[in-house]
């Protein structure tokens, strides 16, 4: 067997990673591929690093062990409103208007929270759970398992209203779980987008194609694949939702490009589709820069501000997060945020009163905290504490129609 040199394990790694994935590792983004080789490593209890190089070829098991170290799985519900409500208001319409089963693919639905926003707009609208199913397809089999599952923390909750969790969730000890009439909408399967000649749906059977915040991590070459699969799948006139400026309508030459309501929705030409044709969409920002700015790490939890913390929670890492929020916390005279913040990361460990205290000491340091208010009625309402959650969310309202409620980024930044 040849002796391969540290970096020629890491290049060689890295090129095999990106042909399976699409993921791409410029030589300044090694490291975190020597992070999840070293793991690897210690669990095989393997030395030789070009034994690991010998066993990802020939053990396909080995790679289920591997993606979930490498792919990024962060998800809410209700992400990205404005192309929910073109979902909603234009494309979903459009498609059960024609007679037949309609197949709904959310392509690297991570933990589940796009393909049940999907669902939860099929079932919103009324539209019978055996007139349309969502197909949610993940690389990552440990994301697929939790989203089988279907329980979540409030992290996956964090700019969904409290209608929506109300309408499609129950409260249960773990977290909160999707509604059974949700659930039996939506099935998943483990699927590479990028495994040419294997599609989740029969050729031509897809009315829709949601892929969002899965193509950013690629090269030019390696979307276009995944276009090329995507059309395949998709029948004529079925369209292609992408994330906001992940896919540039020059890349996407085998399909029409609508802006519809300031939304950009690409659809499989059909000739018995009328099309609205648009001038170019404003360029999006350049491959690379946009995934130096989503995959920006934050190395030290010493330094860290308040981005980077949900930087981290977003990348799913919950306890370095809470650490480094704790160290905000005790830099400075904690702020309504940071506490908020804390409350939530706390709540996504189970410790729901050490939430309760710290949303309390958020409303204390400023009563106009809005997010908090919203929080704590949510909490208190999945411990049946229905009259203390009302007064909150009286609070909440009062904060709404004055205009006084301050309302805190409760976003990440991914
Ligand atoms: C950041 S998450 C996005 C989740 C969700 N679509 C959203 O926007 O909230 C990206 C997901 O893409 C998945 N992914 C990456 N490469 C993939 C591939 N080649 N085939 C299928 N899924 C892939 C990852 O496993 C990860 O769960």
Not at 69 to 78: A, C, G, M, N, R
Not at 238 to 260: K, M, Q, S
């Amino acid at each position: 067997m040849a002796q391969h040199g540290e970096s020629d394990v890491e290049v060689e790694l890295a090129a095999l990673v990106e042909e399976r994935t699409g993921l791409h590792f410029s030589v300044g983004r090694l490291q975190q591929l020597e992070r999840a080789l070293q793991v690897r490593l210690e669990a095989l209890k393997l030395a030789d690093r070009s034994e690991y190089l010998q066993r990802l070829r020939s053990r396909p098991a080995e790679w289920d062990e591997l993606i979930p170290l490498l792919v990024t799985p962060e998800s809410y519900f209700e992400r990205g409103k404005e192309q929910l409500r073109l979902l909603r208001d234009h494309i979903l319409p459009r498609l059960l208007a024609q007679p037949g089963e309609l197949l709904l693919w959310v392509a690297g639905c991570s933990t589940g929270e796009d393909a049940y926003t999907l669902a939860a707009l099929l079932r919103d609208a009324g539209v019978p759970a055996q007139r349309a199913t969502v197909l949610g397809t993940d690389i990552n089999s440990v994301a697929l398992a939790k989203a089988e599952q279907g329980v979540y923390g409030q992290w996956s909750f964090r700019d969904t209203s409290a209608e929506f969790r109300g309408r499609h969730f129950t409260s249960e000890a773990a977290g909160l779980a999707v509604h059974p009439s949700l659930r039996r909408r939506v099935r998943f399967q483990v699927h590479n987008i990028l495994a040419s000649g294997s599609l989740p749906c029969r050729e031509g059977g897809c009315g829709l194609v949601l892929c969002r915040n899965v193509m950013i991590y690629w090269q030019r070459p390696t979307r276009q694949l995944a276009l090329a699969q995507f059309k395949r799948a998709l029948m004529s006139g079925g369209w292609l939702i992408a994330g906001h400026n992940e896919v540039h309508p020059r890349d996407a030459a085998d399909f029409e490009a609508n802006l519809i309501d300031g939304v950009l929705a690409f659809q499989k030409p059909a000739s018995t589709v009328v099309t609205v044709r648009i001038p170019p969409a404003p360029p999006a920002p350049a491959p690379a820069a946009a995934r130096a700015h989503s995959r920006q790490e934050v190395a030290h939890v010493a330094g860290i501000d308040l981005e980077g913390v949900r930087r981290l929670a977003g990348q799913g890492r919950i306890a370095e997060a809470l650490d480094g929020c704790r160290s905000v916390a005790a830099s400075q005279p904690a702020s309504a945020e940071t506490l908020h913040l804390l409350a939530t990361l706390a709540s996504e460990q189970g410790d729901s009163r050490e939430a309760e205290g710290l949303l309390r000491q958020a409303l204390y340091v400023d009563a106009d905290f809005a997010p908090a208010y919203r929080d704590l009625a949510l909490l208190l309402e999945s411990q049946g504490r229905h009259t203390s959650a009302q007064r909150c969310r009286d609070h909440l309202a009062r904060l709404l129609a004055t205009g006084n409620g301050r309302f805190g980024p409760d976003a990440v930044a991914t």
